[in-house]
């Protein structure tokens, strides 16, 4: 499947941001960056003799990390490298994946998962809180339902507004078991933490 395939399933928005990214990640100063600091030793050796020749073999940056991630698709070797080398924030990252139809496994435990449909809460496998269903939802239900469409990054900006998020994470933490809520960036931002 070529590049234009790829990217002419998913939105003209995200369209624009990939060929961004992409275009960002294959600067000469990336590559040296993703040379030196991506690859270890093996992986330089694996790839060819030096960056710009491996790159040549490969096709670009995200040729040569397809290349050492087997069964790592183009598109999201280009993804990956954007969130690597900062090009891309957590929200960003979390929907180009979810535009290419690779978003993570809820299964996998490395993130909560909310479902809304039941109201549990789950983390590492285990529940870790259930939360009550309001017809009009609450503010423990917008902020979990905002970390699930995000895909669960480190932190979101507040949903519920600065002035009920002291009472939001008093209420989402209160008998929360493995992970907390805290505001972060002034209360502009809720982050969420192993405990």
Not at 25 to 40: E, H, K, M, P, V
Not at 59 to 79: E, F, Q, T, V, Y
């Amino acid at each position: 499947m070529s590049r234009n395939d790829v990217f002419a399933s998913m939105s003209a928005d995200a369209q624009e941001l990939m060929e961004t990214t992409l275009s960002r990640i294959n600067t000469s100063a990336s590559l040296a960056r993703i040379w030196q600091a991506l690859f270890n030793e093996a992986d330089r050796r694996s790839l060819g003799v030096d960056c710009h020749a491996a790159c040549t073999a490969h096709g670009d940056a995200a040729g040569m990390w397809s290349n050492l991630h087997r069964g790592c698709s183009r598109p999201k070797a280009i993804i990956e490298l954007g969130k690597r080398l900062n090009f891309l924030d957590d929200l960003h990252y979390h929907w180009l994946l979810r535009e290419i139809g690779e978003t993570h496994d809820p299964r996998d435990g490395s993130r909560p998962n909310w479902n809304p449909n039941s109201g549990k809460l789950h983390f590492r496998g285990r529940l870790i809180r259930k939360v009550r269903l309001l017809k009009q939802p609450s503010c423990v239900q917008v902020v979990l339902e905002a970390f699930e469409a995000a895909g669960w990054p480190e932190s979101i900006n507040c949903p519920t507004g600065v002035k009920k998020l002291s009472e939001s994470l008093r209420t989402l933490n209160s008998g929360l078991k493995r992970i907390r809520f805290h505001a972060q960036a002034g209360g502009t931002a809720i982050r969420w933490a192993p405990a």
